[in-house]
């Protein structure tokens, strides 16, 4: 009884518990540092935000705090430029930096 007593104590005290990593958990974590590259890459571009489904405002910082209904980020790239045309031009630039995997 002691034994078992001293054991369970030591465990406690030395030992801590190791989070299991779930697929489902792996998959949170790549989305979010996905996410967080492409919108470190596009940081310099003044006419892109990103946003959630409900309209609020995204950023690297608080990017891990996001989780969608089924349990992704759910973000939205928007760009608001003054014209038309720069913001055809702005989609085309992050449409090749996404299919070239430049970020």
Request: aromatic share 10%; proline share 3%; net charge positive.
């Amino acid at each position: 009884m002691v034994i078992q007593f001293v054991v369970g104590w030591f465990q406690q005290k030395f030992f801590k518990q190791v989070e299991k990593i779930t697929p489902a958990k792996e998959g949170f974590k790549f989305e979010h540092e996905e996410l967080k590259r492409l919108m470190n890459r596009l940081r310099n571009f003044e006419t892109v935000e990103f946003r959630d489904l409900s309209g609020s405002l995204l950023s690297p910082e608080t990017i891990h705090l996001r989780f969608g209904r089924d349990g992704g980020i759910d973000c939205v790239i928007r760009i608001v430029a003054p014209t038309e045309a720069g913001a055809r031009n702005v989609a085309g630039r992050i449409r090749n930096i996404l299919i070239n995997g430049d970020y």
